[in-house]
């Protein structure tokens, strides 16, 4: 059984629509698939629609977090979407990014880059507007040759020139929500430094303490020592270790499927959840 359980589509800042996303993890052979837009569900509804036979959804989100003035992305899945609360939180981190990125938009003009909020708006059509629809755009200008190019403190790297912070959630809070709306958190990506600061090993404890259920061991973002730690880590703390391609269709370089969760951990967080089921593809068996 082959899991990946952290993909992007349309949605957010992923390249391939809902729909596209589930067929393409047919074709690469997944039987089960997450789908985690940063700050949204609204890619669920076509996913399911479209999902095909041998596929089954996981439906999820990915959650823009800050501790101590460090990002993290926490991982939502099996989550209630309709519950009040964890919606309105959602909801004001996703609109919060508008003015976010139009104000990155003026930082990059001040910069003499010839970008026009237009642009971006086109690029990320109705997705949750995030840094790589900028990063196209600066690909499309010809300021730099590809969407990772773009994360430099040059450009939009985090405390880079044209870097603007966004609201995001405090991650006790988040953890809080998404167990209230019947929900299993998983830390995205814990190590990935590349991304920038990341958060410190007794931060994570104290998150595992509060309630989070796991975290990304295997994730193209961490090298194998980084991947020891985590197991360690996550061995000492109790916490569930999944990993997953973070698919971002043609925006990044990771395939689907290109890392894998273990089916017993996947089968522990659906009995956890009680936010969702996952759903099963047209006529498929729930898995
Ligand atoms: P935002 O949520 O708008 O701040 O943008 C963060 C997103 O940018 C992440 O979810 C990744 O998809 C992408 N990203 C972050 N760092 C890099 C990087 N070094 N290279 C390529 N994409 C990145
Ligand atoms: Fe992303
Ligand atoms: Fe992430
Ligand atoms: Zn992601």
């Known amino acids: ?14 390249t391939d629509t809902p729909a596209e996303l589930v067929r393409k993890a047919a074709t690469a052979g997944l039987d089960v698939v ?11 509804a076509e996913a399911i629609a479209a999902l095909p036979q041998d596929v089954t959804l996981v439906t999820g989100a990915e959650l823009s977090c800050r501790i101590d003035g460090v990002s993290l992305h926490l991982l939502a899945y099996l989550f209630d979407p309709d519950e009040p609360e964890l919606l ?5 981190v996703r609109d919060d990014r508008v003015p976010r990125a139009q104000a990155m938009v003026v930082r990059l003009q001040e910069l003499g880059v010839p970008m026009e909020w237009a642009q971006v708006a086109r690029i990320a059509g109705h997705g949750s507007v995030g840094r790589p629809h900028i990063a196209t755009a600066l690909v499309e200008l010809g300021v730099v040759p590809t969407v ?3 994360f430099t ?10 870097h603007v912070g966004k609201h995001e959630l405090d991650p006790f809070t988040a953890i809080r929500l ?15 430094t590349k991304r920038g600061r990341t958060v410190p090993e007794a931060a994570i404890a104290e998150l ?3 309630g989070l259920d796991g975290i990304e061991v295997d994730h193209m973002d961490h ?10 880590l996550a061995a000492e703390l109790g916490l569930l270790t999944t990993g997953s391609s973070d698919y971002h269709g043609s925006r990044k370089t990771c395939v689907l499927g290109e890392y894998t969760t273990d089916p017993e951990i996947y089968g522990e967080i659906t009995r956890r959840a009680t936010g969702a089921f996952p759903v099963p593809g047209a006529g498929g068996r729930l898995r």
Request: charged residues 30%; proline residues 4%; hydrophobic residues 35%.
């Open 208 to 210: 595992a303490a509060y």
């Open 88 to 92: 309105r939180e959602r909801e004001l």
């Open 34 to 44: 997450a789908l985690t837009d940063h700050d949204t569900t609204r890619g669920h």
């Open 153 to 162: 403190p040059e450009w939009i790297a985090d405390g880079g020139r044209a």
């Open 223 to 232: 090298d194998e020592p980084a991947r020891a730690r985590l197991r360690g």
């Open 148 to 150: 990772s190019d773009a």
């Open 1 to 14: 059984m082959r899991i990946d359980l952290h993909t992007h589509s349309t949605a957010s800042d992923g």
């Open 178 to 192: 998404i167990k209230a709306a019947g929900g299993v958190t998983v830390f995205a990506h814990p190590l990935a």
